[in-house]
């Protein structure tokens, strides 16, 4: 089985580069490298369920749908 290959947008934000992360085994998200923004975490428990929240989370970037982090937060 092939490794589907994602594609990210630039950060809505400040237009810097998205990364995806997974968290501890048990959540993916993206995160821009240059300020922070980040989408929603998304669960999963198994490796169908990480590929369709990957899927998930890179929809959401895409769209622009992020979670800006301000000085002092």
Not at 6 to 15: D, G, K, S, V
Request: charged residues 35%; negative net charge.
């Amino acid at each position: 089985m092939e490794k589907e290959i994602f594609e990210l947008e630039e950060c809505p934000n400040c237009r810097g580069n998205g990364m995806i992360l997974h968290e501890g085994g048990w959540c993916v998200y993206v995160e821009c490298a240059d300020c922070g923004a980040h989408t929603v975490y998304s669960e999963y428990s198994d490796d169908a369920e990480k590929e369709e929240a990957t899927r998930a989370v890179v929809r959401l970037w895409n769209m622009g749908k992020v979670i800006r982090q301000e000085r002092g937060e």
